[in-house]
């Protein structure tokens, strides 16, 4: 019933705050760690280290979203690949440690021997992120089985 009226809500258009409230009535008990809260979000979500202030690509309009509860970082904190919550100087400091990698900004595909053929991180058919900050092979470079950086000639070496 809750979820009826929390829809009839949206579809009327009534102010956001109290649709959210209406829907606060239906939501299980989500036990977070110390360094997180639960938060009702819409699309993009939680920040993520690689995407610090990233525009909301892909997102439908605000009206048209479902809020959803989880687990999320608290405050000035962004959640690195591990799943642990870290400062935003810390993200802004990662490093990459493979060999053949360099930290970049660019699509959501990465260069991979195995799609080669098919999408790398300046041609990738996922568009609904614009930029990921994150580790990539250095050009001339491509993932292999193991997450290796390997030259593109050796990808068919495998």
């Not at 102010?15 to 009535?25: E, T, Y």
Request: overall charge negative; glycine content about 6%; some cysteine.
């Amino acid at each position: 019933m809750i979820r009826f009226i929390y829809f009839t809500c949206i579809l009327f258009c009534c102010h956001i705050v109290l649709c959210r409230n209406l829907l606060d009535f239906g939501i299980e008990t989500i036990k977070c760690r110390p360094d997180e809260e639960v938060q009702y979000l819409q699309c993009p979500g939680e920040k993520a280290c690689k995407l610090p202030g990233d525009p909301n690509h892909g997102c439908l309009p605000w009206y048209k979203q479902p809020y959803y509860s989880q687990c999320v970082c608290k405050d000035g904190r962004y959640r690195k690949k591990d799943g642990s919550c870290i400062t935003k100087e810390e993200c802004e400091s990662l490093k990459c440690t493979g060999a053949h990698e360099k930290l970049e900004c660019h699509s959501i595909c990465d260069t991979v021997c195995e799609s080669l053929d098919r999408q790398n991180k300046t041609h990738c058919p996922s568009t609904h992120v614009g930029c990921l900050r994150q580790c990539y092979c250095e050009d001339g470079y491509a993932r292999d089985g193991q997450n290796n950086c390997i030259p593109i000639e050796q990808c068919g070496n495998q």
